[in-house]
């Protein structure tokens, strides 16, 4: 077969076999050298889709060797469909005016988030690192950025899409060249809404003559009516508002319905008097802020005394981890936040180590961030015990739930001016009633009472603090 191959190559008629030929077609690999007539013949019009390259050209009649597959399974893969492919990927690229906005790394423990919202729309100019977009996560909200300055073209993703890190949101016109906005449709859309509407006004003039032709019926049907007078009256449906769950909320139900049911649940409450506290805020307040550039708060108070009272009572800073207790030798609070998208929990790591001025400044930045929507993964991971100040809403009392993997959890209230017995008179005194919920499993009442025990001296007499008694 090869010699008959050859033979043909070097005949004369090689130019009308040549020329009817495709790549797509069984061709020999020749070796050796080649008649000047079957390249002119045949290689120099095929150049013209090898991108006039006569040399490329030559390169695949001759880099097929003898050893290799049959001409068919050789030949096949080189058709014309190749050729224009090569052609063709040249220009997506000429420009690279188009770039890809992607859904960035969200955290190791994160694997996904929610598409929230779009911050732009189509058409709008945007900056370098401008955020268009915002993922919603179990934790915290995090917006994707645009890569390069110019104009959205159009976005890929869809709000309520479940997207992970690297995926494609929106495309981003550097020039603005061939973005197109989306206004035209939504006005037909619009008109054709009442169009719609009026088509189903004919039926009501049609409906009087059935009533009318029916009440002698509707008398025997009132008696079926009395028993369906008990019956609750619902509201109507188009009362009714249906919206789905953000991811932070469904984690936070999630995580405090596994509290409830992991944890052996108990709260102890008691009494703090606010007077000597109170007094000190008031008497310093001025000095602490022109020293230290932040307000001197009530929180600062608690969470040393939280600290000392983890540092008495070490039990209350451990944790159950199967079938052994881990103690841990730091002592992180965890300060609970309500921000309008839910319950986050930042982080004050080594509490043990700060003093007011740094605990307030610190409190004072996470609480920012957390309205903000910008806390990170980082600043919520951990935490060995949490506070949770109710107060500031009002509350006089309440039981809060263990934040797992934590064991216990302090519940600060608001405060009410009560008359108490001091000194054998009665007096007015600002008074908070504080509540401590531990894991019944680890924590005994005796441990969890000295705890909340030592919160109440520490608050009511500061000084303690600088004697450490």
């Known amino acids: 077969m090869w010699a008959v191959l050859r033979r043909k190559a070097a005949s004369s008629n090689l130019v009308a076999y040549g020329t009817k030929q495709s790549l797509g077609v069984v061709r020999p690999a020749l070796t050796g050298s080649m008649s000047q007539g079957y390249v002119d013949a045949i290689l120099t019009p095929e150049a013209l889709t090898l991108g006039r390259?006569?040399?490329?050209?030559?390169?695949f009649h001759q880099g097929v060797p003898s050893y290799s597959k049959s001409v068919r399974n050789v030949a096949s893969p080189f058709k014309t469909d190749f050729s224009t492919q090569m052609w063709s990927r040249s220009f997506s690229s000429d420009s690279g005016d188009l770039v890809d906005a992607v859904v960035p790394f969200m955290g190791e423990s994160i694997s996904d988030g929610t598409l929230a919202t779009f911050l732009k729309k189509p058409g709008d100019r945007v900056e370098i690192d401008e955020p268009i977009a915002q993922i919603e996560t179990?934790?915290?909200?995090?917006d994707v950025a645009s890569p390069e300055a110019g104009v959205i073209q159009e976005f890929v993703a869809k709000e309520g899409d479940t997207v992970e890190p690297g995926t494609k949101v929106a495309i981003i016109s550097k020039s603005g060249e061939g973005v197109t906005t989306h206004v035209a449709p939504s006005e037909p859309s619009t008109q054709d809404a009442?169009?719609?509407?009026?088509?189903?006004?004919?039926?009501?003039?049609?409906s009087p003559p059935t009533s009318e032709t029916q009440p002698p019926k509707a008398a025997p049907k009132q008696p079926p009516s009395k028993p369906s007078a008990t019956e609750p009256q619902l509201p109507p449906k188009d009362r009714e508002r249906r919206v789905p769950m953000t991811r932070l909320r469904k984690r936070v139900a999630t995580r405090l319905k596994d509290s409830q049911n992991t944890f052996a649940l108990l709260t102890t409450f008691n009494e703090v008097d606010m007077t000597n506290l109170m007094k000190l805020r008031s008497e310093y307040k001025d000095a602490f802020l022109e020293k230290h550039g932040v307000k001197l708060g009530l929180m600062s108070g608690f969470v040393k005394a939280a600290v000392s009272g983890l540092q008495n009572q070490p039990i209350i800073n451990a944790v159950i981890d199967g079938d052994d207790i881990i103690y841990r030798d730091y002592i992180d609070i965890s300060i609970a936040v309500g921000t309008p998208k839910g319950l986050v929990v930042?982080?004050?790591?080594d509490a043990d180590t700060m003093n007011f001025a740094e605990i307030e400044k610190t409190i004072n930045t996470l609480a920012k961030?957390?309205?903000s929507g910008s806390l990170s993964i980082d600043e919520m991971a951990g935490g060995s015990f949490t506070i949770s100040n109710g107060g500031v809403y009002g509350s006089l009392l309440s039981t809060p739930i263990i934040n797992p993997p934590q064991s216990a959890i302090l519940g600060m209230h608001s405060i009410v001016n009560k008359p108490m017995v001091v000194g054998g008179e009665i007096k007015a005194r600002p008074m908070m009633y504080v509540a401590l919920t531990y894991d019944h499993r680890l924590i005994d009442g005796r441990e969890a009472v000295f705890f909340l025990r030592r919160i109440k001296d520490v608050v009511e007499d500061p000084r303690r603090l600088l004697l450490d008694i």
């Open 53 to 59: 390259n006569t040399k490329l050209a030559r390169q």
């Open 138 to 142: 179990d934790k915290v909200t995090i």
């Open 194 to 206: 009442p169009a719609k509407v009026e088509k189903p006004s004919p039926p009501p003039p049609s």
């Open 346 to 349: 930042p982080v004050i790591r």
């Open 369 to 371: 961030k957390a309205n």
